[in-house]
């Protein structure tokens, strides 16, 4: 099992930036490729970014690459979102979650941190 609890979420304006962080905790950290997914009221669960175990390759959805940036610390066991630049259309539940290494699924998910984003 691998705990995941997401942090940073909260309101701010067009243009600005946020960063969130997920803190895993349980399983080896670094066993895990790690994602953040959003999702907005009345819409479905959408990818945002990945990143592999070793911090080596990292993937986004059209809507943010270029804006936001995917990191994790295996020392400190946590992944981070940094979010820049961001658009009233980036308002969501954003949840991070792990994927074990060699499987397309990823199988713990977060509570999820609300970020708010007013125009």
Avoid: H
């Amino acid at each position: 099992q691998v705990q995941l609890e997401e942090s940073g979420g909260g309101l701010v304006q067009a243009g600005g930036s946020l960063r969130l962080s997920c803190a895993a905790s349980g399983r080896t950290f670094s066993n895990y490729a790690m994602g953040w997914f959003r999702q907005a009221p009345g819409k479905e669960r959408e990818f945002v970014a990945g990143i592999n175990r070793s911090d080596a390759s990292t993937s986004y959805s059209g809507s943010v690459k270029g804006r936001f940036i995917i990191s994790r610390d295996n020392a400190k066991n946590t992944v981070y979102l940094q979010m820049n630049s961001l658009k009233p259309e980036d308002t969501a539940v954003y949840y991070c979650a792990a994927r074990p290494w060699g499987s397309a699924k990823y199988n713990y998910w977060g509570q999820g941190t609300q970020v708010a984003v007013s125009s």
